[in-house]
């Protein structure tokens, strides 16, 4: 498993996928600083010009003068305050400011950590899942995320939780994965992923968790809301045929429309679908080939074959079947079923491509495995009018 986090911000624009290890020197930079800069943490909290260094920094972060917001709060981080040290480290992985260093970004994230920082959790977590600048360990990423939580965040508590409930890269614990991602939807700024997936959760029951259109609903508002384009596009699944309540065809293509604004593939086609037969949207080939096209290249294998289908058949561009049939074979090699049924047929009767009965039936074959009921007897020309 591989783990990327949106970006989340302390104080520095900085995405939170770090790299390295090591340790800073040995020396006690604390003493230095306080006889230089003079008292900028007390107690673990800022002291009045601490805090005007702190937001100095900030301003200098947010215009990009990354070196002027490094010295302002490196004093802070030396002198134990954990977001400043958070920042540091964030600036050193990425060198904003100051030379890229990871075995020292590692360091201050640490640092940060041990003073409870959420964040350094939250970031060490994804070091240790993806192995970066660290040995991979799942199960210490899962250790690190339910620190997090812990402490209230929502994005740890909702990595621990999709961990937790999937099973990924460590033991499944469906219960407590639920739990988790619960308290991440739930927080005061909740995580909108946490909240589509217990949407998509409740939706298809999946799990061991019983179906609940009401609640499925419910969570995919929420993050839809909080466009998340995935609950858009299921959202609107679900009005289009009447999940949890009565179908509502214009608020699905509503839900669809803002999806595909984003670029989901999976609304994009559907809306193409929709273009194609002149169905809750006037009859626009052009368009519908447009949102096929664009589907297929966010990797929407229904829209391959859709696409394909229109290059067949002379919708919205010239016929083109030997493009039809390489569409075809690329969903049938990614093992989509109504692909491998497209391709089989095409190959049977020699439609775009060479024929080759042994061929066709392999992949036939495949399609019926994956429980498709695919009948090749009509060449693809009939089965397509």
């Not at 402490?151 to 937790?164: E, I, M, T, V």
């Not at 020699?350 to 495949?366: P, Y």
């Amino acid at each position: 498993m591989t783990i990327a986090l949106r970006p989340l911000f302390a104080s520095v624009a900085a995405a939170l996928i770090l790299s390295g290890c090591g340790a800073l020197p040995s020396t006690d930079p604390a003493a230095k600083t306080s006889a230089q800069y003079g008292i900028l943490v007390s107690n673990g909290k800022l002291t009045e010009e601490g805090e005007l260094r702190r937001d100095l920094g900030l301003e200098h972060s947010t215009a990009k003068r990354h070196a002027a917001a490094y010295a302002q709060w490196l004093p802070l981080a030396e002198q134990g305050h954990a977001e400043s040290q958070f920042n540091i480290g964030l600036m050193l992985r990425d060198g904003l400011g100051v030379p890229a260093d990871s075995a020292r970004s590692l360091d201050w994230t640490r640092k940060a950590a041990a003073a409870n920082y959420p964040d350094a959790y939250l970031a060490l977590g994804v070091r240790y899942a993806n192995g970066t600048g660290v040995a991979k360990d799942p199960l210490e990423a899962l250790r690190l995320w339910r620190q997090g939580a812990g402490l209230g965040d929502a994005n740890s508590a909702f990595y621990a939780g999709q961990a937790l409930f999937f099973g990924l890269d460590v033991p499944r614990d469906g219960p407590g994965g639920l739990k988790l991602l619960l308290q991440a939807a739930q927080a005061d700024t909740p995580s909108i992923r946490a909240q589509s997936i217990l949407g998509m959760i409740y939706l298809t029951g999946e799990d061991g968790v019983a179906r609940d259109y009401a609640k499925a609903r419910q969570w995919l508002t929420l993050a839809a809301a909080g466009e998340d384009s995935q609950a858009q596009h299921h959202l609107g699944v679900m009005y289009q045929f009447g999940r949890g309540g009565p179908a509502d065809l214009r608020r699905a293509v509503a839900w669809y429309e803002r999806a595909a604004r984003q670029g989901n593939p999976a609304a994009l086609n559907n809306l193409a679908t929709f273009y194609k037969n002149g169905k809750n949207l006037p009859k626009d080939v052009k368009k519908a080939r447009e949102y096929f096209e664009r589907a297929h290249e966010g990797g929407n294998f229904d829209a391959t074959v859709n696409l394909g289908d229109m290059l067949f058949m002379t919708r919205g561009a010239p016929a083109d079947r030997e493009k039809a049939v390489a569409l075809y074979k690329q969903a049938a090699e990614a093992a989509h079923a109504p692909g491998q049924c497209r391709y089989a047929r095409a190959l049977r009767h020699g439609e775009g491509v060479a024929a080759n009965a042994d061929e066709s039936a392999a992949w036939l074959a495949k399609a019926k495995a994956a429980k498709l009921a695919c009948d090749t007897k009509l060449p693809l020309a009939t089965f397509l009018k």
